[in-house]
């Protein structure tokens, strides 16, 4: 008996030591330019998340057996599976305000605090509670109003505030096309860092209808659409918090998640969740725009991760965005023809854009929207005259 535990044993084991040792290896950045075999390899071997989600789809039941079952090796899963990036003290940082319901945090007004990751820049927020200039509650005449959700790409971290893409790019399409007219545009920014796809709903449904804006623009970002999805449902479960929404409650329920889960099983369990999600709190937002006469806008929006791990990343999300008919706009190839994609992120661990990322992001987006009809009526109104 003891022989054939230890025959399916150990080689999982094995696997597990080997996948956690090259993870831990510290990840190059290779020159685009060179195209040999050995330098192809070597980027591919050391790329974030390798085929994480083809893997993910694969074995998702077989690691939430394994990580559930009697047997396992004890020392092993508390290395890679330990709760504590579900708990209270590792969500709060300096800049959130810890809520205790389904948001479970948010940004506290009028916030002038130094942002722990950057600290040359501040965590800097309006009498709303959104990272972003002073708005009125009530939308002004002649006003075209754009709702900004998403996590902290779009909220600007890593970069002064004022400099992230969303301002520059409001200011841009004010100047040129809505003050000639005699209109303005508002893009108010919900943005907040950490959140996920399950909080961006919860933001669209209930903070966003207030300010009456005319669109809804949904950043995606890897935080949303990837691996670690479902670390916000994760964290309501393991404190116990109501997950509010009844596509949720069945979720638990069907994925069997439980407060004493591990982290490592939690992951296991919603892997298969991931596209259902999606599609539920995509058809939420569109949806509830809807019912305020508004319309919705994805953008696919890139970090400073390799443009093949980004494309691994959004594996089936365009196809689902189209399934709901949902239109977007595609940046993610947005730093795929930089020389040196290291000079437009916060640095060699930290992906997020700095100031020059944001530019190179705004400088695509106001590109995007110009060139298509579309995107220009979402963003600008449908009374706008396309300058094309």
């Not at 230890?6 to 040792?21: D, E, M, S």
């Not at 590792?90 to 389904?102: Q, T, V």
């Not at 109003?145 to 505030?161: C, H, K, N, Y």
């Not at 992120?345 to 060139?371: F, M, S």
């Amino acid at each position: 008996m003891r022989g054939s535990v230890w025959r399916v044993t150990l080689p999982t084991v094995a696997l597990i030591v080997l996948l956690t040792g090259l993870a831990l290896l510290p990840v190059p950045v290779y020159s685009r330019a060179d195209t040999s075999v050995s330098n192809k390899l070597l980027r591919t071997l050391h790329k974030d998340e390798l085929n994480r989600e083809a893997r993910e789809r694969q074995t998702a039941g077989y690691y939430e057996g394994l990580l559930n079952e009697g047997s396992r090796v004890s020392g092993m899963n508390a290395l890679i599976t330990g709760n504590e990036r579900f708990t209270a003290e590792f969500w709060m940082r300096p800049g959130r305000r810890h809520r205790g319901d389904f948001l479970y945090w948010d940004m506290p007004p009028n916030l002038n605090a130094r942002d722990p990751d950057n600290p040359r820049f501040d965590h800097m927020t309006n009498s709303h509670g959104l990272a972003d200039q002073e708005y009125t509650i009530e939308k002004p005449p002649n006003t075209w109003r754009v709702a900004l959700l998403g996590d902290s790409i779009t909220r600007g971290q890593g970069a002064p505030f004022g400099t992230n893409y969303e301002f520059l790019l409001e200011a841009r399409l004010n100047a040129d096309l809505f003050e000639p007219a005699g209109r303005r545009l508002e893009i108010l920014n919900f943005a907040v860092g950490g959140y996920r796809i399950t909080q961006l709903v919860d933001v669209a449904l209930e903070r966003v209808p207030g300010f009456s804006p005319d669109v809804y623009v949904v950043p995606l970002s890897e935080l949303s659409v990837f691996r670690k999805w479902g670390e916000h449902l994760a964290t309501l479960v393991q404190n116990g918090i109501d997950v509010k929404y009844d596509y949720l409650r069945r979720l638990v329920r069907d994925a069997g998640l439980r407060p004493s889960d591990p982290a490592g099983t939690i992951d296991a369990k919603l892997a298969r969740f991931r596209t259902p999600t999606l599609r539920w709190a995509l058809g939420e937002i569109k949806t509830g725009a809807a019912r305020n006469d508004a319309e919705v806008v994805v953008i696919l929006l890139a970090n400073g991760n390799d443009p093949e791990t980004l494309e691994e990343q959004f594996v089936g999300v365009r196809e689902l965005l189209r399934e709901l008919d949902i239109p977007y706009i595609d940046l993610l190839d947005a730093f795929a023809d930089v020389d040196d994609p290291r000079q437009y992120r916060v640095g060699d661990e930290n992906t997020h854009p700095n100031e020059l990322g944001h530019r190179h992001l705004y400088e695509r987006l106001h590109a995007q929207i110009l060139k298509n009809r579309e995107h220009f009526a979402l963003f600008c109104g449908p009374d706008a005259k396309w300058p094309q």
